[in-house]
Every structure is written in structure tokens, then in C-alpha cells.
């Protein structure tokens, strides 16, 4: 099978980007698994420090495994937002094919120091695993939120990413351009879609040169998308999205199945919800 980094050339040449979809159950990992098949394109899946505590890490490796041993198919799985060195050991450890170390909380230089120390710690493990940096506050929830969260809006500029990733050397950027973490009630009835700055995209790709990776893609324009990715995103990350579908398809099949216990019975309008909005946001991001 190929690699996550060729995977990523590939896109990078092609101008395309590869979608990373959270999952914290079965349902949405066999309804994104299944939206990729469809599309037959790589495909990322992901899980924070969150998601990662309630499916279990190595039971989450297990999964993405069972796919690529019974189709041989590029699907990668991403340690999303990892905010110590021993969870990310523990990713490592576990078989994830890239790893983000997200100390974008933290003051610049100690964030670099941080970034620095955990590289060091998972390329001791698997010199193959990819680790991702952040810079730039993009808010930390992946959930319908009542207001922008302080702070987020702040782009960072294209001499702090520089810096960030001569002084890191990490393999992939995540750079604040206007994305956010999670959707305002607004966004989630598609009254307000959020607006990237596809300039500084392309400043920024200009000045490190490496993978970038867009956080906080739910409720994005859709040209803004493309525009983004033709400007050097080669990730693009998708979560809340799925999260309201899932949410919406659970109700769905319960109000349709009032008597119902058996969970596979309930649970299919949700796995064929979320299969939608992946299938849908991949159609976009492979789009040339
Ligand atoms: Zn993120």
C-alpha cells in the first residue's frame, strides 16, 4: 500500500486535497469508509485526545487496519489534536500513520520547543509517522457554538509559519487563515459560511513549502474550498459537519422506529447521513 506522503505528494501535485473525517464509532467510520470506496479515493480518518478516550487508541488502529487488509485501501489514520508527548507515544506506538502535536495554545517559542521534543519522541517510535505543528488560535471544540471564541480570527502570518517550520522541521503546517473550529448556530442553517484568506494560504505555502492541513472545514464556502487547496491545502479536515448529521440520523431513526431496540436497525439513517456529507465534501475536494 502507498504511504500517507505519497498520498499527499500526489495531491499536492494534482492541486487536490485528501479529507480527514473524525469518527468516534462505528457508525461514522463505516459511513466514511464507505463514502471513500464509493469515490474510490484515499481517505484520512482522525480522532482527538477525545474521541481517541472513548473508542480506544488501539482499538481505533484495529479498525483502519481491518480496512486496509481486506481492500488494500489508502486510508490513514490521524491522532488529531494531541496535546501531551505520552499520548502521542502512545498513538505512535499504536500504529497511527501521522500524529498532530498541537501546542498552539502556547506561547510561540514554547510551542516550537514543545513541537520539537514530541517530533523527537515519535520519530524515535516510527521514523514513517508524520507530525503535524500548529500555529494560530482556531478555537478547540468541534461543536455548534453561540459565538466565535476569543481570540480566533488572528491569522498567522507567513514569517511565523517560516519560523515555526525551519525550527520544528515538522512534515505538515496547520496555519490559522480565517478557519475555525466548530459552527455557529448560523452556519449550521446555512444563513453564514466561513470565509478563508486564500491570499495568505498562498503566502504561507510559499514560505515553508511543506503539507498543509485546513482545520475546522465544516460550514466553509465552497469556492473558498477549492480556492484554498488550489493555494497549497492538502488536507482538509471536516468534523462538526459529521457530528450534526450523525445527531440528526440517530433522531431520524429513532422517530421512525419508536419500538425499536436493536441499535443496527436504528442506526442506519445515521450511518447514511454522514456517508452523504463525506461523499459530498470528498466529490469537492478531489475536484481539479
Ligand atoms: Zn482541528
Do not use: C
Amino acid at each position: 500500500m502507498t504511504s500517507l506522503r505519497e498520498v499527499l505528494k500526489r495531491a499536492e501535485a494534482d492541486q487536490v486535497a485528501v479529507g480527514h473525517f473524525n469518527f468516534s464509532d462505528l457508525v461514522a467510520f463505516n459511513a466514511i469508509v464507505a463514502a471513500a470506496r464509493d469515490k474510490r479515493l484515499p481517505v484520512m480518518v482522525g480522532l482527538s485526545e477525545g474521541e481517541r478516550e472513548f473508542t480506544g487508541v488501539r482499538q481505533a488502529a484495529a479498525l483502519v487496519k481491518a480496512v486496509r487488509d481486506e481492500y488494500d485501501y489508502p486510508i490513514f489514520l490521524n491522532a488529531d489534536h494531541t496535546h501531551s508527548i505520552a499520548n502521542a507515544e502512545v498513538a505512535a506506538k499504536a500504529g497511527f500513520d501521522e500524529i498532530i502535536f498541537d501546542g498552539s495554545a502556547l506561547p510561540f517559542e514554547e510551542n516550537i520547543a514543545q513541537t520539537r521534543k514530541a517530533i523527537e519522541a515519535i520519530k524515535s517510535i516510527n521514523p514513517a509517522i508524520l507530525v503535524e505543528g500548529e500555529i494560530g488560535w482556531i478555537g478547540g471544540s468541534s461543536s455548534v457554538l453561540d459565538k466565535v471564541p476569543d481570540g480566533v480570527g488572528v491569522l498567522t502570518t507567513p514569517d511565523e509559519a517560516k519560523q515555526f517550520v525551519d525550527a520544528t522541521l515538522v512534515d505538515i503546517l496547520a496555519p490559522a487563515v480565517g478557519n475555525m473550529h466548530g459552527m455557529l448556530a448560523s452556519m449550521v442553517h446555512g444563513g453564514v459560511q466561513k470565509r478563508l484568506n486564500i491570499a495568505r494560504i498562498a503566502e504561507i505555502k510559499a514560505a515553508v513549502r511543506i503539507f498543509m492541513t485546513l482545520h475546522g472545514g465544516s460550514g466553509t464556502n465552497d469556492d473558498d474550498f477549492r480556492r484554498a487547496i488550489k493555494s497549497g491545502m492538502t488536507i482538509v479536515h471536516v468534523n462538526t459537519e459529521l457530528r450534526l448529521a450523525w445527531r440528526r440520523g440517530v433522531e431520524a431513526g429513532l422517530a421512525a422506529e419508536p419500538n425499536e431496540v436493536a441499535p443496527y436497525k436504528i442506526l442506519g439513517r445515521a450511518l447514511e447521513a454522514v456517508k452523504e456529507v463525506v461523499s459530498s465534501r470528498l466529490e469537492l475536494f478531489s475536484s481539479r
